[in-house]
């Protein structure tokens, strides 16, 4: 205890080399401005030495000092960041908040055996860093910190793991070949080629303009192939776990409780192969390999796979639902004459499911306790039709189920019918989650409230999944036993 009463904090440094790590990340773009100024010939070269040296000096000290003024703590409750050195911002981060903790490695810092945290708090507007640490004490931290979270004592060890997929290096290939964007450009480059036999000078004047084209969408394949290179995907009682990238490396965890809606996309020539792709929208701060912006964030739960990994994961994620679809109006053809024969929706009690597309098919699925709002959209064509969609919502714009053009009295069905589902969804799941365990051992059949201390020795716990009231701890892992208003069964995930 300190003089006024206070528990005494033990802080931390950032590792001594995280001046490095960062000095070596900004190499790149100080070579491209070297490059060009020495192409244009606008200095000598005494000149540009001075410019380089300059620069080296002033990352060196802006990364020391940035060093020397930031450090950190975790007290079992909450992770305290202060860092600033003429305007000192102090960060305190409560656990409770957390919502999730990735581990990144740029390139720089894995060949130093160094790693960075980036932990989302609800609220925040954005990610909090911790940038540099030894990668064993980043990962021991990140343990601790997402333990502490679920309820446990922060020496419980992380939970095994059950591998699903990992996405082998051809697939990804053949996938970011087979891309709209390689296909454009393939395209362009013919077309190009065309027109060099017609009229070399008029070529010669579109090939500037698609050589610019050209580098972005070589940079897109790229960063693309580099992000999702071996991409695996594993599930674990608090979560389902990914670890991704070729240079620079991610390992993150996807809380099953965040999910709002779930996408499945299917490019007209991955069908031939079979393959899909799994995205999940999520509730959050945008963050490492973000998409979009506001309060959630697109992360690809699987970036290219065949279908039935992409069926297991989702039953994981929102359980094996599958409400019956039916078919848009005839009447619609006129209004969708490619997409007609591909419009299907469906409901029950619990789920919402949509399909679109023709030459990209996409199926969203919505768990209606997650809906933001229902609504009846109409446009001209649709009225003379006597057509109109229904769209259901969630956090954030880009993934929801949309019935599109269902009949105009279907359509006013489904909004009072589903608004109706979705709070007594949203009910249900706010009731189970208020009882939780049983408040005393007797009433539970043994279960330890999920407002019990958190302890390391065997016992029942809260589920960190979020699919069950609880799941035993036998001490060392998280098992496969589940139990719901004292009765237990056996998750087979």
Known sequence: MTAGGTAAVGWSRLHPLSPVVRLGRGLLPLLVL??????????????????????????????VVHWLVTRWAFDGATLRIETGLLRRDAQQLPVARIQAVDLVQPFAA??????????????????????????????????????????????????????VAVIPTGRLLGAVLLSATTLGALVFVAALAVLSTVSTAAAAV????????????????????????????????????????????????????????????????????????????????????????????????????????????RQVVIGPIEPSLSGAPRRAHVKAPLSYHFLAAGHDRTM???????????????????????????????????????????????????????????????????????????????????GGAAATPEASGGLVPATSPPVAAPGWFADPAGRHQARYFDGKDWTEHVADDGVTTVDRW
């Open 110 to 163: 894995r060949l130093l055996g160094l790693a960075e945290l980036r932990i989302r708090v609800a609220g925040a507007k954005s990610a909090h860093h911790l940038s540099y640490l030894a990668e064993p004490v980043a990962t021991d931290l990140r343990a601790r910190l997402l333990a502490v979270h679920h309820g446990l004592d922060q020496s419980v060890p992380e939970p095994d793991e059950q591998p």
């Open 206 to 313: 579109v090939a500037g303009s698609l050589v610019v084209y050209l580098i972005g969408i070589g940079q897109g394949i790229w960063r693309r192939f580099n992000e999702q290179y071996q991409f695996t995907v594993a599930l674990a009682p608090d979560g389902i776990r990914v670890r991704r990238g070729l240079l620079s490396t991610v390992s993150e965890t996807i809380p099953v409780r965040r999910v709002q809606a779930v996408r499945q996309i299917e490019p007209l020539l991955w069908r031939a192969f079979g393959w899909c792709r799994l995205e999940v929208d999520l509730a959050g701060v945008p963050g490492h390999g973000r998409s979009g912006g506001g309060a959630r964030l697109t992360k690809a739960l699987l970036p290219v796979g065949p279908r039935h990994t992409a069926t297991l994961l």
């Open 352 to 434: 919402a499911v949509a399909v679109t597309g023709r030459v990209q098919r996409v199926s969203c699925w919505v768990p209606l306790e997650k809906a933001q709002s229902v609504r009846r959209v109409q446009g001209p064509v649709q009225r003379a039709l006597q057509l109109a969609t229904v769209h259901v919502d969630v956090a954030g714009r880009r993934v929801g189920a949309k019935f599109r053009d269902r009949a105009v009295d279907e359509a006013d069905r489904l909004v009072e019918e589903l608004a109706v589902l979705s709070r007594g969804a949203r009910r249900r799941v706010s009731v189970d989650a208020g």
């Open 34 to 63: 070297g490059g060009l100024s020495s192409t244009q010939g606008r200095h000598n070269p005494a000149t540009q030495e001075v410019i380089w040296i300059a620069l080296a000096v002033f990352g060196v000290v802006f990364g």
